[in-house]
Structure formats: structure tokens, C-alpha cells
């Protein structure tokens, strides 16, 4: 499922590149995989076998009268080849393309207490310098790390925590 995501969002994110419309199909993209994911009947609809793939596309067209043509015809195209479940992977896939397009990358800092403000930002700031891009910073609470933190950014992880400190101390006993 994650390669076929990939396909799909790699080929939405180009058209849309193309057509100059790349933040308009990020934002309605978004909003139709938030309604999918927070409505139990919309999933249910469309990821349900006992709807036709006509009613899915049907629906799809009647729902989204007003988006954008590339996220319509996306989401007909899903219906057609049985693959709306993959939706969410897309808008992620789709969002990553979008990021790195933008020169952007999502920093994420989870420590097992609030960290102060000016901390956090002084972590982005070096992260930005270090990689030469903007960085958007998202900060968590995750008392099971119990100390130390862990920096996630973009694909790369930093985990400074005691949990994982704890964990290496943990398999060099268990080796000795």
C-alpha cells in the first residue's frame, strides 16, 4: 500500500506542480482525508464493498462539486482501482513532496516534560542553519522517554532520552 501511495501522490504532486496549483491541491487534499478520517460514515462509505464503485465515484463527484479537478479525478481514479483506503499515506506522501518543494522541514522535539520555548526554537535555529532550510517545530510530552529528548527531522532521529540510553546499557549486560 505504501508504494501504491506513493505512485498516486508522486503523480498528483506533479500535476499539480505543473498547473501552478501545488498549495490549493495540498489544502483540499488535506481537508477530504481530515473529513474521511473523523467521519465513521464517509469511511465507511467509501472503503465499504457493499457500495459500488459508481456510487463511491458518484458520491466522490456530488461531495467535492467545488474542488480542485486534479483532487477530484485523484480521488475518482482511487475509486475506480479500489484504493481509497490509501488516501491517508497520500496526503502524507503528498505533503513530504510539498515540503521539500517549499525548502521546508518538520522538526518534531518530544521531551518527558515541557520544554521551555526559547529551547525549542534554539533547536530549530540550529537545525535550519546546519540544513539550510525553513523549520516548522512541533513539540511533545512523552513521560515514558523519562529524560532527555528526542529530535525528529525529516527522516533523521536524534534520541537523546534516558529510555534509550537505558535500553543500550540494558543489551550491553545482556551480551556480557
Do not use: C
Request: hydrophobic fraction near 45%.
Amino acid at each position: 500500500m505504501e508504494q501504491i501511495a506513493q505512485v498516486y501522490a508522486r503523480s498528483l504532486f506533479e500535476a499539480a506542480r505543473e498547473a501552478g496549483r501545488l498549495d490549493v491541491v495540498r489544502e483540499q487534499l488535506g481537508e477530504i482525508a481530515d473529513a474521511v478520517d473523523t467521519s465513521r460514515d464517509l469511511r465507511l462509505f467509501l472503503f465499504s464493498p457493499y457500495f459500488s464503485t459508481e456510487e463511491k465515484k458518484d458520491g466522490i463527484r456530488r461531495a467535492i462539486a467545488e474542488a480542485d479537478p486534479l483532487v477530484e479525478n485523484t480521488l475518482v481514479l482511487l475509486a475506480e482501482n479500489h484504493r481509497l483506503p490509501a488516501i491517508f499515506r497520500i496526503r502524507k506522501d503528498y505533503d513530504r513532496l510539498w515540503e521539500e518543494a517549499n525548502d521546508l522541514l518538520s522538526v518534531t522535539v518530544t521531551s518527558a516534560v515541557e520544554l521551555d520555548d526559547a529551547v525549542v526554537e534554539r533547536i530549530g535555529s540550529e537545525i535550519g542553519r546546519q540544513t539550510g532550510r525553513q523549520v516548522t517545530l512541533t513539540k511533545q510530552v512523552d513521560p515514558s522517554i523519562v529524560g532527555g529528548f528526542i529530535v525528529r527531522a525529516g527522516n533523521a532521529i536524534v534520541d537523546a532520552s534516558i529510555r534509550n540510553r537505558l535500553e543500550n546499557l540494558r543489551k550491553q549486560v545482556a551480551r556480557a
